[in-house]
């Protein structure tokens, strides 16, 4: 389906039509903020994440707990493809999710043998294979990650015993002598401890009429209601001296990788106790350390490739068939730097603070603190596409890094189809992009119930920007106002860092603190 | 609720634990699953247990493990085979669950039924089953089925065989890799049971996609199916079909394949038989040795032996010796040491004049190496060596190689000499051994680190048994009794652990006429914990020696330790005068 898409996009490119910007419209909110209302620091969202049928959702927080959602507009559809046919016009309904369960995946800890506070934050949750109706997840703070199922279990209640502790009491001491009252009877049933005692228990040499006893009989179950429970399955502890920046599964549905600043280390799901490490960049003296490891992705479709990004910009792209320890990489992808240019912040800005693979596998998003960039992976030389987000934040690199703004790290997305991406900026402001050949779409959105508050003025610098089809790459969506329409300064401290696109669908969520926002096109 | 007599009440409070909320409660009644049934009788367990326990999916895994053991054997307790049947609606739900251990004893519970049950039955119940299984929803019905097919498929008629073919090479090609992975497992043992026409054609052709999935785990599992399909074949069939595929394999461009074929190298060349594996599997295998990527050496490294035992020696010599040269100066320390860990056992596989001619200089090589591993690996197996070119070629080398490990400075490579000391010593003899090594036990029993000196304290004892008594009384218990007054008492408690571990190979006489005075000399000591020891090992002596000796020397001695200010110190001698 989805390779058919991006056939239709190329055709589409080639007879020079493209395609339409999309109009996004608000779809629904979580845990919005009342006016005033002071965002407890637990509450942000540090990670979010859509499952690969895109029915469920996923946002873990500073607080360490994990939140899911759950569609609801395609369930009373489902399997039914007359009727899906028939109503084929008001299927372009737009996805509804409502709060399915949260549980706390994470606590804080602390580390003895360091000193250190261990924060619950989650970095990352991630998907897996779902299962007998159940969610599997994995969820990550800076060191240790687990592995939860969320499950709807029948709450059932035990009734029809052989012994019951009131009924005992009426009947009088039928335990003997040697524990008459009730309260030793309810401590005999709790406790099975005691058929080894005393008593002396019925070994396999007792002996039972052939037709058996037929005054002892089972424990009957009767349902009342149905409960979500999530449950830790696994937990995989002590393999990360730095700090997990990134979890990832693998498309064998067997292993999964996580990151650290300069390890990568290779799990299997179900073996918690080993994993292996496939990728060291630690220098064997600290001091020569000049790079560390930023995000890490495994390909969605071939088990044995993975891609790592880097603070100095680059990307690697890993053949794990090649060798067991993968610190030499099969392909690297970094942008060349334009000579004289370089400043203090050049290599501060330059890292990637997130790397995502297209669903075709083919192509690899990447976001720094300025640009978003598209790289093709056919295709070492550069970028294929790149988008100016924060350009106009330049002049202001001083202040930023004062405050440590210039560190902030913002994830990246791409819709489902691949043809369009995006990523968060400051001011709880989004920014999508049309990422196939000819595409001019550069939207500016706000994080709000009113996503295109700010739709005029991306429209009026869009319009200045140049298409560079001369080279093979192309710049563009370059926003050179440094204030918004109102004139105000951007809010720094409204950073929209956190945000996903729905796999099939363009619906975009978007965490602004502990908020988050839905929208649709 | 009905009133249990009191014999039967322990039956019915387990009965009712199969629904406690303490997980321990509920394990501990499934474990005793059997003894339910018995207390039923066969018809209820058939008409109310076994469907209550077909109930219960969602239970802790370790509840649900137990249950699927305890299903597996329990044919008696409802009637017999006739009525195996109601046993597998339970166990096809636990062939479900996510857990994967669960699943696994399962399936084996199943094959275990299946493998008892009627024909008919079979055909009734258990291959409509197999079916249900391997069109579940979820892929963990589907793994399961795989593993069921062995069992299922002798009995079906042709047109179920049909469908069966139909249905494995379907699991064959599942979207998701676990199910496929399952079914390239399995497909050795099912393949087993297939009509050889049917081998030839629907096998085959399932093997070969297996050969060629996209995902490296899959294909790796291939690489089992060659061994057990190869068996399975003709030879010409065997070596049209499977040896290029093996061929490949060794070739491809995943390390993890690569590092699978090493692996089972071994039991594919007997399932080719000798002429393919001349032709075609020694230059793999050579290839192999040769790999890029050191898990791949390390893995055919540690074949080296094993597959030369099936070669003849000339073609060994020549193809294989040569690398194994170049292994030797491997430029990773774990294919080196995996070759060291086989090496010494090529000995008698080559004969005495291969040996001293091509393996020597190796073995030499080795033990110098700078990995201690590697010169561990070299030394635990001498004894391979010694019957073909004896020690004396050795020795030169060996020597040194010893004392550098003995001295290594982590704790554990000197561990790991000292257990290897009394099989050198065997290997050895006396008279080297006393010029050479023995100065190097004393020494360890004043290592820094207490393991060390407690192997120490017992590699005496090894050494004793193995040179005998007499030998101990020149070499070993003078050193020892001079050592008994080092100023550090952690030195002098490891003497103490000497003696009593001597005391029990020494015989009675030496024991009393050397080591008890040592005892009552130390039972002075100055610190409690040296006191309290010597209590103990009074009490160890006291079945060895004399009963006049015991009451002569040993009881005044424990007297008056009982009387001691240390409260562990008379606790210790109290309780050895008890013993008395």
Not at chain 1, 27 to 49: L, M
Not at chain 1, 65 to 85: I, K
Not at chain 2, 474 to 496: A, D, G
């Amino acid at each position: 389906m989805n390779g058919a898409g991006s056939a239709e996009a190329a055709a589409l490119a080639s007879v020079g039509v493209p395609l339409q910007p999309l109009e996004w419209k608000f779809s629904q909110v979580f845990g919005e903020r009342t006016a005033g209302e002071e965002v407890q620091e637990v509450d942000i969202i540090s990670a979010i994440e859509f499952d690969r049928t895109g029915n469920y959702l996923a946002t873990g927080d500073r607080g360490g707990r994990v939140v899911l959602f759950e569609r609801t507009d395609t369930r009373e559809h489902d399997g039914q493809r007359r009727d899906l046919e028939r109503m084929d016009i008001s299927i372009n309904r737009h996805p509804e999710f409502r709060y399915k369960t949260e549980f706390q995946s994470h606590e804080p800890e602390f580390d003895y043998l360091r000193s250190l506070e261990i924060e619950e934050k989650i970095n990352k949750v991630r998907w897996c294979q779902s299962a007998n109706g159940a969610l599997f997840l994995l969820s990550t703070n800076d060191k240790t990650i687990k592995f939860w199922k969320v499950q709807e279990k029948k709450v059932k209640k035990v009734c029809d015993m052989n012994v019951d502790p009131e009924n005992a009491t009426g009947n009088g001491p039928i335990l003997g002598s040697s524990m008459p009252t009730s309260s030793n009877c309810k401590q005999y049933t709790a406790n099975g401890g005691s058929l080894d005692g005393p008593f002396g228990f019925p070994s396999n040499d007792f002996s039972f009429s052939p037709g058996g006893v037929p005054n002892l009989h089972l424990p009957m179950l009767t349902c009342h209601e149905t409960s979500i429970v999530a449950r830790c399955r696994r937990t995989y502890p002590h393999a990360h001296d730095y700090h997990i920046n990134s979890i990832s599964n693998n498309s064998d549905g067997e292993t999964f990788i996580s990151a650290d600043d300069l390890r990568i280390n290779l799990w299997n799901l179900e073996i918690c106790n080993q994993s292996f490490n496939i990728v060291d960049v630690k220098p064997a003296n600290m001091e020569d350390l000049t790079e560390v490891i930023t995000s890490a992705e495994f390909h969605p479709t071939h088990c044995n490739m993975l891609a790592y990004s880097s603070s100095k910009g680059s990307i690697r792209l890993i053949d794990m068939r090649q060798s067991a320890l993968c610190d030499s990489h099969s392909k690297l992808f970094e942008e060349k730097e334009v000579p004289g240019s370089k400043s203090f912040f050049t290599e501060i800005i330059a890292s990637i603070s997130d790397i995502k693979f297209a669903k075709d596998g083919r192509h690899i998003l990447s976001r720094d603190y300025m640009n978003l960039k598209l790289w093709d992976i056919n295709m070492d030389s550069g970028p294929v596409a790149s988008f100016q987000v924060h350009e106009y934040l330049r002049p202001k690199l001083c202040d930023l890094y004062e405050n440590d703004s210039i560190f902030d790290k913002f994830e990246c997305c791409l819709s489902g189809d691949g043809l369009r991406t995006a990523t968060g900026s400051y001011s709880n402001l989004f920014r999508v992009f049309g990422c196939s050949e000819g595409s001019t779409e550069a939207s500016t959105l706000e994080a709000t119930k009113n996503p295109m508050r700010r739709q005029v003025q991306t429209l009026l610098s869009g319009s200045s920007r140049s298409l560079g089809t001369l080279s093979r790459g192309f710049r563009r969506g370059a926003d050179n106002t440094g204030v918004n329409t109102n004139g105000n300064a951007f809010d720094f401290t409204a950073k929209l860092l956190h945000l996903a696109w729905h796999p099939s669908d363009n619906l975009l969520a978007c965490a602004a603190s502990n908020s988050l926002y839905m929208y649709y096109a | 609720m009905s009133v249990v007599d009191e014999p039967l009440y322990p039956i019915a409070v387990l009965i009712d634990e199969l629904k406690n909320d303490d997980i321990q409660l509920r394990l501990k009644s499934i474990r005793r699953l059997s003894t339910i049934a018995r207390a039923l009788g066969e018809e209820r367990t058939r008409k109310e247990l076994i469907p209550l326990l077909s109930e219960n999916n969602d239970d802790d895994d370790e509840v649900l493990l137990t249950m699927a053991e305890e299903l597996g054997v329990f044919i008696p307790y409802v009637g017999g085979v006739e009525h195996a049947h109601v046993l597998l609606p339970p166990l096809e739900t636990l062939c479900t669950v996510e857990e994967t251990c669960v699943r696994d004893k399962a399936v084996e519970s199943l094959c275990r039924i299946g493998s008892q049950m009627k024909e008919s039955d079979l055909v009734d119940w258990f291959i409509p089953l197999v079916k249900r299984l391997a069109a579940g929803e979820w892929f963990t019905a589907r793994v399961s089925a795989c593993g069921l097919f062995h069992i299922a498929y002798p009995s079906a008629s042709d047109m179920l065989k049909t469908e069966l073919h139909s249905i494995y090479s379907q699991l064959c090609q599942d979207d998701m890799p676990m199910v496929r992975r399952s079914a390239a497992s399995n497909l050795g043992k099912f393949a087993a049971t297939v009509e050889p026409a049917h081998l030839k054609t629907d096998i085959m052709s399932i093997f070969e996609d297996l050969t060629q999935d996209d995902q490296d785990s899959v294909r790796l599992l291939a690489v089992e199916g060659c061994a057990a399909l190869g068996k399975l074949l003709e030879p010409q069939d065997c070596i049209a079909h499977i040896l290029p595929v093996i061929v490949n394999f060794s070739q491809d461009k995943s390390w993890r394949v690569r590092h699978m074929v090493a692996n089972q190298l071994c039991k594919l060349c007997e399932a080719m038989g000798p002429e393919p594996t001349r032709t075609d599997l020694v230059p793999a295998y050579v290839r192999l040795l040769r790999d890029n990527e050191a898990e791949v050496r390390i893995a055919a490294a540690g074949k080296v032996t094993k597959f030369c035992c099936i070669l003849n020696p000339e073609l060994a010599i020549q193809h294989i010796l040569p690398c194994v040269k170049e292994l030797s100066s491997d430029s990773s320390q774990h294919v080196r040491s995996a070759l060291a860990s086989v090496i010494m056992e090529m000995a008698p596989v080559l004969g005495k004049d291969a040996t001293i001619e091509q393996l020597l200089p190796i073995f030499l090589s080795l033990l110098k190496d700078d990995f201690p591993d590697v010169r561990l690996n070299i030394i635990s197996k001498l004894d391979q060596v010694n019957p073909v070119i004896g020690i004396d070629l050795l020795s030169q080398s060996l020597l040194p190689a010893i004392v550098e490990l003995a001295e290594d400075r982590h704790w554990r490579v000197r561990l790991a000499i000292i257990e290897y000391i009394p099989l050198l010593a065997s290997q050895l003899g006396v008279g080297f051994f006393d010029d050479k090594l023995g100065a190097l036990c004393m020494q360890w029993l004043q290592d820094k680190v207490y393991s060390i000196r407690d192997a120490a304290a017992n590699n005496l004892k090894r050494l004793t048994e193995e040179f005998g008594s007499e030998w101990a009384m020149q070499h070993v218990i003078p050193q020892v009794l001079e050592m008994s007054n080092n100023p550090q008492y952690l030195y002098r408690m490891t003497i103490l652990r000497a003696v009593s571990l001597l005391a029990s190979v020494m015989g009675s006489e030496i024991t009393c006429s050397k080591l008890l005075p040592l005892l009552i000399i130390a039972s002075k000591d100055r610190v409690p914990n040296i006191k309290f020891n010597v209590a103990k090992i009074l009490m160890s002596l006291i079945p060895i020696v004399d009963q006049s000796v015991v009451e002569k020397t040993i009881r005044p001695c424990l007297v008056e330790l009982s009387e001691d200010p240390d409260v562990d110190v008379r606790f210790f001698a109290n309780q050895a005068i008890q013993a008395i």
